[in-house]
């Protein structure tokens, strides 16, 4: 996207505002390929630890939170 200004003299004209505008095609490239199933297990032990994680930190909270009343 780009932007331009312009200001021309106005001798007795009335204020306004012009909007041109000046659309060009966009292109889309798609490409598919297949990864090996070492990624699919990578990603999987990824998401697998992050919810471990996430689930410790949620126990630890509601451990301290209810350890102190």
């Not at 331009?4 to 889309?28: G, Q």
């Amino acid at each position: 996207m780009s932007t331009n200004e312009h200001e021309y003299p106005a001798i007795l004209e009335v204020p306004a505002i012009y909007f041109r505008y000046n659309i060009s095609p966009i292109s889309v490239k798609y490409t598919q390929f297949r990864r090996h199933s070492f990624h699919f297990f990578v990603n999987l032990c990824a998401i697998v630890g992050g919810v471990f994680t996430v689930l410790g930190m949620l126990d630890s909270l509601i451990n301290k939170c209810i350890g102190e009343n």
